[in-house]
Each structure stands twice: as structure tokens, then as C-alpha cells.
């Protein structure tokens, strides 16, 4: 309540904004707006994402530049060129992000940087855009017959657009799309097995921060009604960011808290710090850098989850409300073979992890895939599952061959696992974590969420992955932060997880590891219930008693190779068994 009390007072302060304060006033604004717009894509792109960018700027210059030639070359009504730029820069963020976004690590951002510095140059040497000189008579745009000539008329429509836009970017954190975009961060291996395609969600984002910046950049060129390339350079796509990491890179509203405490200081700093040095210069940028390390050390989190413990309110849990059932996958034969694993082979260079392992898991049935430290039973996870693709043999899933699928590629096709290290999304809760799982069981894509006509999809995948948490006894921690929870728990989050895919073969890297007896038990008995239902089950567990006491099969792993396969009970009088591990008979 406290929370709506406070919107309602930002909002009718906007509204009184222009009616009572100076013209500077107004222009700072005015430009605090602009630069939230850019922002904003920012939070989605970096702060929710994971992926930084510097070049930023380059794309407001691409809304800019082409409302400004539109108009002033062949005469173009202002309006129709705002689709026309949307549509340039869609094409010209696309064709980058393909290329881009397929470095990781440092590369990402000195590649943004690159293509940020390209387009900066390109604007300034293209005679047809004026060169370094500029583009100027720019028309006014036209609303309902009335022309916006000064800051005072246009305040309105920019900040309108911006709120329309936080309204929007909220709406697609809190959807599917959203949780998917959200599971990028910590890093893409998760979300491919759950059946997120990653690439896809990045592309994506990406165009669209593209496209919050080029809307900018159109506003910017008819308030000013002239531009030059001084504005798009690399030293504006830093401050840009600058302004996210300040405000609070993973908050929407951040976005414009950092873009109106760094327009306003920027503003104060370039009137006082003359007066105090005696001096002109750019001495405000020495201040933002000491500012962003103070921030980066005390609150990495920015400025405004401090701005939020000012105006403290109990969290509300949402209810997961009654919802149509998702369809169901049908469920293969028992007895019939889900997976066949023939030859498999991978190599790391000179080492062979798995070498020629050949062995099936039939559906309805439990098998085991146990063996020393070190043996490869993870390699072997990860290339059945996509993750990490084998060498050479094959894989028949379903009757499919699809060695050569990626991850969510299999996970489209019933095939889920869970991970030897726990990976959840820390910050999320349980109920969400799970509902990623669900994923590749909704249809409705980014438009769809940021417009909120999913609402019917959305609460029945939440209320599928309530089902699977209730499943796996775990619905006392529905709302719970993940990160809350002890390991073992978290292990059982991710069997739910995976469940809420819908899968007809489940993989299992040590669900067992860091439970109490008790949870075993109910492990087990969850993994029973499982199998009588029809599913398979590739287990690899170092608990001896827990496997031989659950599964139906054992397969045998030492060095990359199979050792022995079998009933348990014969796996255990193996005597290579014995001396793979224990030594020997004796």
C-alpha cells in the first residue's frame, strides 16, 4: 500500500512538474526521461540479462539520424519515421547481436565498444547526415493538431513513453519470457536444459534495449531539432551505463532513479566545481569515477534498494490460483526403450572421459550409472544430454538419432536432468525456479508478455510447477528464496524443476548428496512413484545403499569404460566391481 501511495505521488508530481518549476528545471527533465528510456533497456540487457553494453548511445544516434534525413531531406511526417527508424534499428541490433553476443567473458563488452565507436564514426562521415556538422531544422512534432515546439509541451510525451515502457519491461520480468531472460545471468547451462533457448533470449533483449534507445534517440532530435554525432559517442554509452549501475542495475525503476541523480550531479558538479577549483574542466567525471568505485564497493547492488528500505512494506505472497492442467506428454510402453547409447565417445584433447560406452535405459525402469571418482559419469550426462556434445557414437532417443541436438532441443523432446552442483537462480523463489522447468510448455512470447494477455498461460504453468513442488514435498517452501534453503532441499527443487518439464526420461547427477535419511527415503519413495508411472531413470549416485536399494540396473563406469552392467545384486559379486572398489575380494 505504502508502495502505490508513493507511485501516485511520483506520478501527479510529473504531472505538476512543468506547471511550477523554472524552464532549466523543465529541460533537465526532459533529458533525465530521454535517458531513463536508454536505461531502462540497459536493466533488461545487463542488470537482468548479464550482458554489457557500451555502445548504447550508437543506437539512440540510429533514431536520431533517421527521423532527422526523414524529415528534412524528403520530407517524411515525423510519426511514420519513428517505425521507420524502429525498423533500421531492429535490422542493424540483429545483424550485430548475431555476431556479438556469441562472445562471452571480456569480449562481449570490447565488442561493444568496437561496433559503439563504428557507427559513431559512420554518422559523422556520411555527407548525407552533415557530417560532424549536424542536421538541423528539424520539425516539431504534431499531436491531436498541436504542435510540441518547446520542453514544456513535449515533458508530457516523453515521460508518458516512459512510463508506458516501465509498465511494459515489468509486465515481461514477471512471465515466463521473463523468468527465462532472468535464468540468463547465471549463466546459460541451466536454462538450455530446461528448454530456454538461450541464444534466441539474448538476441532478443538485445534488440529490444536497441530499440529503447532509437526511441530516444527520436524524441532527443525533435526536442532539440538538431543533432550532431556529439551525443552517440562511446563516452555518452558509458555514462549510460554508468547511470544503470548507480540507480541500480537490476531494478526498473533504478534506471531512472541513476538517470536523474547523475543528470542533476552532473549538472551541480560542472556550476560548483569552478567556483571551488577555480578552474573549467570535465572535474565532474573525476567525481562519477570515484562514485561508481564507492558504489561498487558498498552497494553493487546501486542506490536504489537503499531508496527502497526507506519505505519498508510486508511482502504480500501471491496465491497460485486454480488453473487448467497443462497437457501431458504421452507416456512410452514400459518395458520399451527410451534411450540407446551406442559407442559414445568423448575426448578433451588427448584424453578419453568415455570411451565407447554403449548401454540403454528402458522406460519404467530405474537405472543406475555408478563408478569411482573421476570414472566420467558426468561427461556421460552432459553429452546424452546436449550440454556438451560427444565426440563420436550415438544417440537414439525416442527412435530419434539426436547426438548432434542441443540442449533444448532435448529437452523438447521429455528428456530433463538436474546438475551434481545445485544451480539455481539464488534471488528467485522456489515456486519460480520451478516454473522455469515449465518453460517449453507455454507458447506466448515476449510481445504477448509485455502487453499481459499471458495472464491465463502464466497461471497455468505456476500452477504446474506448484503441483511438482507439492509432488516432491517441498510446498511449506512454495514462496521461499531458493538461496534459503539447505542443499539438500535445493536438490529436491531441482528434481521438481525438472518435473514441470513434463519429461518421459529423467537424469539425475547425485540427487542424493547432502540429504538426511529421512529425505532419502522420501527421495526414493518419490523416485519409485516416478517409475510405476511409466518414467525412465538415468541415476548417478555415490550412495551405494541408496542405489542398490532403488534401481533396477546397474551399469558399471572405470576410466571412461563400461565395467560391468547389470541386476544389483549381480553388480555387487562382480569381482571388477570389488576391485574397482574396494581393492579386491579380500
Given at each position: ?162 512510463l508506458v515502457l516501465v509498465v ?14 532472468r535464468a540468463l545471468k547465471g ?241 528467485m523463489s522456489v515456486l519460480e ?154
Amino acid at each position: 500500500m505504502k508502495n502505490l501511495i508513493f507511485l501516485w505521488a511520483f506520478i501527479v508530481a510529473l504531472a505538476l512538474g512543468p506547471l511550477v518549476l523554472p524552464e532549466f528545471y523543465v529541460t533537465l527533465l526532459n533529458y533525465i526521461g530521454l535517458y531513463a528510456i536508454v536505461s531502462l533497456g540497459l536493466v533488461l540487457l545487463t542488470g537482468v540479462g548479464g550482458l554489457t553494453s557500451f555502445g548504447q548511445a550508437a543506437f539512440v544516434g540510429l533514431g536520431a539520424y533517421t527521423t532527422a534525413y526523414l524529415t528534412t531531406v524528403h520530407d517524411v511526417s515525423p510519426w511514420l519515421t519513428l517505425p521507420a527508424g524502429l525498423a533500421v534499428t531492429a535490422v542493424i541490433a540483429l545483424s550485430i547481436g548475431l555476431i556479438t553476443l556469441r562472445l562471452s567473458g571480456h569480449f562481449l563488452p570490447l565488442g561493444t565498444i568496437a561496433w559503439g565507436i563504428s557507427l559513431y564514426y559512420l554518422f559523422g562521415n556520411i555527407d548525407a547526415l552533415g557530417g560532424y556538422t549536424g542536421i538541423s531544422g528539424i520539425p516539431a512534432l504534431q499531436l491531436f493538431g498541436f504542435e510540441l515546439k518547446s520542453g514544456r509541451e513535449f515533458y508530457y510525451l516523453i515521460w508518458a513513453i516512459l512510463l508506458v515502457l516501465v509498465v511494459a519491461t515489468r509486465n515481461l520480468l514477471d512471465s515466463r519470457e521473463g523468468r527465462a531472460i532472468r535464468a540468463l545471468k547465471g549463466g546459460s547451462l541451466m536454462a538450455e536444459s530446461m528448454g530456454v533457448n538461450t541464444p534466441r533470449s539474448k538476441i532478443v533483449i538485445f534488440v529490444i534495449a536497441a530499440l529503447y534507445a532509437c526511441l530516444s534517440g527520436w524524441l532527443y532530435a525533435h526536442l532539440q531539432r538538431f543533432i550532431n554525432p556529439t551525443p552517440f559517442s562511446l563516452t555518452q554509452g558509458i555514462e549510460y551505463l554508468f547511470m544503470v549501475v548507480v540507480g541500480g542495475v537490476g531494478h526498473v525503476w533504478g534506471a531512472i532513479f541513476g538517470a536523474g541523480l547523475i543528470t542533476l550531479l552532473k549538472q551541480w558538479l560542472q556550476d560548483w566545481l569552478p567556483q571551488l577549483l577555480g578552474q573549467s574542466g570535465n572535474f565532474e567525471m573525476i567525481v562519477f569515477g570515484l562514485m561508481m568505485i564507492l558504489v561498487l564497493h558498498r552497494s553493487r547492488d546501486g542506490m536504489w534498494p537503499i531508496v527502497q528500505r526507506c519505505f519498508p512494506e510486508r511482502a504480500v505472497r501471491p496465491r497460485v490460483a486454480e488453473a487448467e492442467p497443462l497437457p501431458r506428454r504421452a507416456v512410452p510402453p514400459a518395458g520399451s526403450v527410451l534411450l540407446k547409447i551406442s559407442n559414445a565417445t568423448k575426448r578433451f584433447g588427448g584424453l578419453v572421459a568415455n570411451d565407447r560406452m554403449s548401454f540403454d535405459v528402458h522406460a519404467a525402469e530405474v537405472m543406475a550409472l555408478i563408478g569411482p571418482n573421476g570414472a566420467g559419469k558426468t561427461t556421460m550426462f552432459n553429452g546424452v544430454s546436449g550440454v556438451d556434445p560427444l565426440t563420436s557414437g550415438e544417440i537414439v532417443f525416442c527412435g530419434e538419432r539426436v547426438e548432434r541436438l542441443e540442449a533444448h532441443e532435448m529437452a523438447q523432446r521429455g528428456m530433463c536432468r538436474t546438475f551434481q552442483h545445485v544451480r539455481l537462480i539464488p534471488t528467485m523463489s522456489v515456486l519460480e525456479n520451478v516454473a522455469i522447468g515449465a518453460h517449453l510448455r507455454g507458447r506466448k512470447n515476449f510481445v504477448h508478455a509485455a502487453c499481459r494477455t499471458e495472464r491465463d498461460e502464466e497461471a497455468r504453468l505456476l500452477h504446474e510447477a506448484a503441483l511438482q513442488i507439492e509432488r516432491c514435498g517441498l510446498a511449506e517452501h512454495l514462496y521461499d528464496v531458493a538461496s534459503s534453503l539447505p542443499l539438500g532441499k535445493q536438490r529436491i527443487v531441482e528434481i521438481a524443476r525438472a518435473l514441470a518439464a513434463d519429461p518421459c526420461l529423467l537424469l539425475l547427477d547425485e540427487p542424493a548428496a547432502g540429504l538426511r535419511y529421512l529425505e532419502k527415503k522420501a527421495l526414493a519413495d518419490l523416485l519409485r512413484r516416478l517409475r510405476d508411472e511409466g518414467m525412465g531413470i538415468l541415476l548417478v549416485e555415490h550412495d551405494m545403499d541408496f542405489v542398490m536399494g532403488l534401481a533396477d540396473r546397474v551399469v558399471v563406469i572405470e576410466f571412461g569404460q563400461k565395467l560391468a552392467e547389470g541386476l544389483p545384486e549381480e553388480v555387487q559379486r562382480n569381482p571388477a566391481v570389488l576391485e574397482a572398489y574396494l581393492g579386491g575380494i579380500e
